[in-house]
């Protein structure tokens, strides 16, 4: 048999998969099937390998190559080409031939001669007949309803969202596969992503549109955006529009346009394979490295053929997803647009370097998008240095029940920070961060405070967040409600992290990695890294958590006594992790090997390469040896099975001799065909995968080989080296500064009628207020609040800068004037009033009469209101606060006639 005999015997089989009668010529009949494919039909030109009929017409051709001419497959289209357009023996009639397609027994291409521009394309398989049929009926290709875009109605979207529609728009209307979107943390991807899904439904007559996400969380927070999504130009939601649905089964729904999806659920869907639901709340940041040998081989699926979605928008697609998932990516014939707000090199390269958008952090915390931040040092002693232990008797404390004992070290222990929280726990260690961290939180950090702001501590094992929890809680003085953990682990986890975003408690939550990627809470202030990262796209994620924008009515939701929009965050960092030097990728800080949690994970993903199955199956035999007698009888009590029959099993699935007994007692005969092999061996593979798709098995095999006992180090008292802000501090503070100076010059002409406030026209002042709230808002359009404004000023200038003042919007103006040399000091306005009122008062009193106790009550009310509005009018006199004296008639009846001089003094003398 000659290589393209052996490539056609392949390409039959996937045609018949795909649904289509394949017949000899001389066994011709069109009847057959709605689709059929005839081998060797004659033309003008010479017999074509295939051509394709689909209700008797002749629609497609297929011109079919060995193996090795894969490499040269793009000259095999002139030949199709000539056959498509040469004439057809026995057919006399008009007829068109519109689809192409080069195949070898490993390649097909497939291209849409009405496409304009018509470009070939690799497919995973060759389309079903039905869906020919559809493309033939419709009135054109999506390729071509997509370079008729209409233009975007701009209103209501950030600039960096315009961009990337637009771009997005060009890239489909140039048929570019695939797309990337880089857009920071917060700016409104999947907003983004929603109105170009809705862009390419309504005007490319898409019909399907798959969301992909890498968690359940991820999954229910875009279908919340879909679901309240209302496009500009109808007054109709989305989900009235077009059918939306998020997989919890491995049913799709034909009649629905968006479909939501994890890509482990999708996986599991195309392999026919039970989902084990635990693997949808994990990122893949937990599991799946570069160096994960798990091919997810994804073979052809009737109900969900590869023409099944038009379009696959991967969210967080910085992941590795497109390494270990690739052909659940490439199966279906479909757009790729990717979203991201940290995409490293393999990212670009996947998606073809095609950047629509690029729009990065930076960017958008200049643009207002974002907010930027500050870095506060803890540097300890044991951090930097560790410690250490003499021999002695000392305290020892099982990882997993947290049972201490008391005994006898066989040696003196040196340990590192590497070791810290893992081997060793040093209590003193955790508890100097953190009261380092107490005792900085209302003077330094959010010194207007009166609640500690939303804090996210980053911990490096669960072990170690539940020692923070406690000594937080100590140091704090505050019960279990305070400080709470999130993780993987923790059951409800998500109604934990709910009431982080939206409820008052917990003030402080400790995780691991649940929330360092992908999730929203609007009012975090403060991030405190107890741990150390060396990916710099995982730390940026982590960053990301702090950067979102939130208004102040928002704000004071969970943060009662927050009086500005959040205009910064701050990352406290005890570990030196903004320092450390940062890889590339995640995946180059793990070892080359696997760890033995993604080996389980990826064969309770379906993985059962022989790669994969050997390596665990020798990690399995480690563990045998380090357990104990007690944990032997534990590990078969709790999975059903020893460790060392589980590693066998795992290891027989790839014996011969075993298979091969294996099937002779399936068929009860002595000679199994490799039919029968073959069978028996999934029935191995299947027996001896099985204990590892239980998440509890995973778990406990986890902990067990984590439950070694930690050292808990009382010996070794720590000690603050430095605590303080980073030199980065001044130089925010001078972009701040440098921002505020341009909009000064922006809006010079607003600014200079502000100076009404200091003439004696002060009837004119509540306008200038209402200008002054203008400004204001305009101002904070760049997250730049007078809070935030004042706090740079005194970083810069420290010894001309009165701290500490709960800043008001009259205070822009005592900036304003500090900024344009107007005076030497930037001392708030409230202090500039009550300075005056004392001097005035002082003054006034000096005569031959003195203010009365009742009359001083009065007058003290009218320097607050100046504060807040700049002047006083009589009929103010006859509001609140006034009124529960008698309004302005009560005034009159304090001061008589001279009231009206009192309040022109007061409105000049006080604004001096």
């Known amino acids: 048999m000659t290589p393209e005999q052996e490539a056609r015997i392949v390409i039959d089989e996937k045609l018949k998969m795909s649904g289509w009668q394949v017949q000899n010529v001389n066994q011709l009949n069109l009847l057959a099937g709605l689709g059929v494919a005839v081998r060797e039909f004659p033309t003008s030109t010479g017999p074509v390998d295939y051509v394709l009929f689909i209700n008797g017409e002749p629609v497609g051709v297929i011109e079919a190559k060995k193996s090795s001419a894969g490499e040269n497959i793009t000259v095999v289209e002139e030949q199709s080409s000539r056959y498509a357009n040469s004439t057809f023996k026995w057919i006399n009639r008009d007829h068109s031939i519109r689809f192409a397609y080069e195949a070898t027994d490993k390649l097909v291409k497939f291209t849409d001669y009405k496409d304009i521009k018509y470009r070939s394309r690799k497919v995973f398989s060759f389309h079903r007949p039905e869906y020919l049929e559809s493309l033939l009926q419709a009135s054109d290709t999506i390729r071509n309803n997509m370079k008729h875009f209409p233009p975007l109605d701009p209103v209501g979207f950030r ?59 991820l999954g229910e927070q875009a279908e919340r955006e879909f679901l309240a999504y209302t496009p500009s130009d109808d007054t109709r939601s989305f989900s009235q529009l077009y059918g939306v649905r998020r997989l919890k089964s491995s049913y799709i729904p034909n009649d629905v346009q968006i479909c939501i999806s994890t890509i482990q659920r999708m996986y599991s869907i195309l392999k026919e394979e039970d989902l084990d639901e635990s693997t949808e709340e994990e990122s893949f940041n937990e599991y799946v490295t570069a160096d994960s040998k798990a091919p997810k081989e994804v073979v052809y699926n009737e109900k969900y053929p590869p023409e099944f979605f038009d379009c696959i928008i991967i969210d967080e697609c910085h992941r590795s997803i497109y390494n270990v998932w690739q052909q659940v990516l490439t199966y279906f014939d479909a757009f790729l647009v990717g979203l991201t707000a940290t995409p490293d090199k393999r990212t670009f390269a996947f998606f073809n370097e095609n950047v629509v958008s690029e729009y990065r952090r ?110 937080v809680r100590e140091e704090f003085g505050e019960g279990n409600e305070f400080c709470k953990k999130i993780t993987y682990s923790v059951q409800n986890a998500e109604d934990t992290l709910s009431s982080f975003r939206n409820d008052y408690y917990p003030r402080i939550a400790v995780t691991v990695d649940m929330i360092a990627t992908g999730t929203d809470v609007k009012p975090l202030e403060c991030l405190i890294f107890m741990r150390d990262v060396r990916s710099k796209n995982y730390f940026e994620q982590m960053v990301g958590r702090g950067t979102r924008t939130i208004c102040v ?133 299947n027996e001896a995968t099985k204990p590892f798709y239980n998440p509890d098995n995973r778990n406990f095999i986890e902990n067990i080989r984590r439950s070694h006992d930690q050292v808990i180090d009382t010996v070794n008292l720590d000690s603050v080296v430095y605590a303080g802000f980073d030199s980065q501090r001044e130089e925010n503070a001078d972009k701040v500064i440098t921002t505020f100076r341009e909009f000064i010059e922006e809006n010079k002409d607003e600014i200079i009628a502000l100076r009404i406030i200091y003439n004696e026209n002060y009837k004119d002042r509540p306008m200038v207020i209402e200008q002054l709230k203008s400004l204001y808002e305009k101002l904070k359009k760049k997250n730049i609040t007078v809070e ?38 930037l001392t708030s306005f409230a202090d500039r009033v009550n300075a005056n009122f004392k001097e005035w008062t002082f003054r006034k009193n000096a005569g031959y009469s003195q203010f009365t106790e009742e009359q001083m009550e009065w007058l003290r009310l009218i320097k607050d209101h100046i504060i807040s509005s700049l002047s006083i009018l009589d009929e103010d006199l006859d509001y609140t606060p006034f009124d529960h004296k008698g309004g302005l008639l009560g005034f009159y009846e304090a001061f008589g006639d001279n009231y009206k001089n009192i309040l022109n003094e007061m409105n000049v003398a006080l604004v001096a």
Request: glycine content about 4%; hydrophobic content about 35%.
């Open 159 to 217: 600039d960096c969202q315009i961009n990337a529609i637009n771009n997005m728009d060009v890239s489909f209307a140039d048929n570019r596969p695939r797309a990337l979107v880089q857009m920071a943390t917060g700016a409104g991807k999947t907003f983004t992503a929603i109105t170009e899904a809705y862009r390419l439904l309504k005007y490319g007559k898409m019909n399907r549109i798959l969301f992909l996400v890498d968690t359940k969380s």
């Open 362 to 471: 930076e960017q958008a915390i200049i643009d207002g998008v974002n907010v930027g931040e500050d870095i506060f040092l803890i540097e300890t002693e044991v951090s930097q240095k560790g410690g250490h232990i003499l021999k002695r008797v000392i305290e020892y404390r099982d990882r997993l029940s947290r049972e201490k004992r008391w005994e006898q070290m066989d040696e003196d222990l040196d340990y590192d920070k590497n070791k810290l929280d893992k081997d060793v726990v040093n209590p003193s260690q955790i508890r100097t961060v953190i009261k380092t961290f107490k005792e900085n939180l209302f003077t330094s950090l959010f010194p207007r405070r009166k609640e500690v702001p939303k804090t996210l501590i980053f911990a490096k094992t669960d072990s170690h967040a539940d020692d923070i929890i406690n000594i």
């Open 553 to 685: 009515d928002d704000l004071q939701k969970v943060t009662p006594s927050a009086t500005e929009n959040k205009d910064h965050f701050v990352i406290v960092d005890a570990v030196g992790v903004t320092k450390s030097k940062k890889s590339e990728t995640r995946s180059l800080e793990r070892k080359p090997t696997v760890s033995m949690k993604e080996l389980m994970m990826n064969v309770a993903l379906g993985d059962k390469s022989e790669d994969t199955l050997t390596s665990l199956a020798n990690r399995i035999s480690r563990l045998d040896k380090q357990m104990t007698d007690k944990e032997h009888k534990e590990f078969k009590k709790n999975v059903g099975a020893s460790a060392r029959d589980l590693a066998n099993n795992l290891l027989n699935a790839f014996d011969e001799d075993v298979i091969a007994e294996k099937a002779k007692s399936l068929i009860m005969s002595d000679v199994p065909t490799q039919q029968d092999l073959e069978k028996a061996q999934k029935e191995l593979l």
């Open 788 to 825: 935030r404004l004042w706090d740079c000023y005194y970083i810069k200038f420290t010894n001309k800068v009165k701290r500490g003042t709960v800043a008001q919007l009259t205070d822009l103006i005592s900036i304003i004037r500090f900024e344009i040399g107007a005076t030497d000091e």
